[in-house]
């Protein structure tokens, strides 16, 4: 079966400190992957996605970046976090083709203190 | 401009009561419609979806009805539950988009009390 793995779920870390958020994906190959980001009170925005390995889209400028250094594995980095990067981070996957389907994983809570 | 409007809440209920969440949307042709469901300390989970002008998505008592006329899928449920209290997100993907591209509503949180 498919299945998606995000960790860790919480992380609370200090303003200028590096992030690494890592999710893969179980069961399927090839798939399109996308972060996206809740932040407090607000709705989800779309921070990247990726159709295939070493293919990333950035949809908004900010502070972060996205890697894709195998098929199954999305990561979200920063070099230095700022405190507006605090929200809930979420991993998602899809069939390539499908417009629908979407699986997310559980999450990661960040908090930039 | 944004996508997909939900109305805002939070949406406080008794438990047993009627739900409706109004959604309406922008975009040209027909995008795909969902809605997903994000129980407290968890991700998203989907909740329906609908391809199709007039199709209706149907889940676990929830039900949505793709109106193109009014360009609008709203959430409805009968009779809620308390362990229906969550956030409830209307999404959508353009029919021109070939990436696939999830655009969120800003969500709308439920809250039934029993």
């Known amino acids: 079966s498919q299945t998606i793995h995000q960790w860790p779920a919480t992380l609370v870390q200090p303003v200028g400190s590096p992030l690494s958020l890592e999710c893969t994906v179980e069961g399927t190959s090839n798939p399109n992957l996308y972060w996206y980001r809740q932040a407090a009170g607000r709705g989800l925005q779309l921070l990247f996605y990726?159709?295939?390995?070493?293919?990333i889209s950035s949809e908004v400028p900010q502070n972060l970046s996205a890697s894709r250094p195998q098929d199954r594995q999305f990561i979200l980095s920063s070099k230095k976090l700022l405190l507006s990067d605090s929200g809930f981070y979420l991993c998602?996957?899809?069939?390539?083709?499908?417009?629908?389907?979407?699986?997310f994983g559980s999450g990661t809570r960040l908090t930039v203190v | 401009g944004n996508s997909v409007t939900q109305m805002e809440g939070p949406v406080t209920l008794s438990e047993e009561a009627f739900l409706t969440i109004n959604c309406t949307y922008t975009a040209t042709g027909y995008p795909s419609l969902f809605w997903y469901v994000q129980y407290p300390g968890e991700g998203l989970q989907l909740l329906l979806k609908a391809t199709k002008a007039d199709d209706k998505g149907s889940n676990k008592g929830f039900e949505a009805t793709y109106r193109k006329e009014t360009t609008s899928f709203h959430l409805e449920k009968g009779s809620v539950q308390v362990s229906d209290s969550a956030v409830y997100f209307c999404a959508l993907v353009r029919s021109t988009d070939s990436w696939g591209k999830l655009q969120f509503g800003a969500g709308t949180q439920v809250v039934v009390t029993p």
């Open positions: 998602a996957w899809r069939i390539q083709g499908k417009f629908y389907g979407y699986t």
């Open positions: 990726s159709v295939g390995i070493g293919q």
